[in-house]
Nanobody, 125 residues
Framework: QVQLVESGGGLVQAGGSLRLSCAASGRSFSTYKMGWFRQAPGKEREFVAVISRSGGNTYYADSVKGRFTISRDNAQNTVYLQMNSLKPEDTAVYYC??????????????????WGQGTQVTVSA
């Protein structure tokens, strides 16, 4: 299994940028596809982005496509989420997740095996 710890959240004005990091403690980071989810108050946890084990394939929710970029550095056991052109509706707790299944496009929480504790992102109007 793997332990995941997110960092990089904070308060930013609309139109600004933020970079989230997720550090994994396990030795088999490269065997997991990695996803980012977010959950706003009173809403369900929603898919944001996923990156394949090799980092060669990515998939994004329509709401963030063109603004967010997911990447990974397997040598450092870290996955990133670069968030640009932030909007107030991006405000949420952001979670990283690791999935062991071979299916690359995974957009629901049950498709992931391990989760981080979350990091708060707040975008002011």
């Amino acid at each position: 299994q793997v332990q995941l710890v997110e960092s990089g959240g904070g308060l930013v004005q609309a139109g600004g940028s933020l970079r989230l990091s997720c550090a994994a403690s396990g030795r088999s980071f490269s065997t997991y596809k990695m996803g980012w989810f977010r959950q706003a108050p009173g809403k369900e946890r929603e898919f944001v982005a996923v990156i394949s084990r090799s980092g060669g394939n990515t998939y994004y929710a329509d709401s963030v496509k063109g603004r967010f970029t997911i990447s990974r550095d397997n040598a450092q056991n870290t996955v990133y989420l670069q968030m640009n052109s932030l909007k107030p509706e991006d405000t949420a707790v952001y979670y990283c997740a690791a999935g062991t299944s071979l299916r690359y496009i995974a957009t629901i929480p049950s498709e992931y095996n391990y989760w981080g504790q979350g990091t708060q992102v707040t975008v002011s109007a």
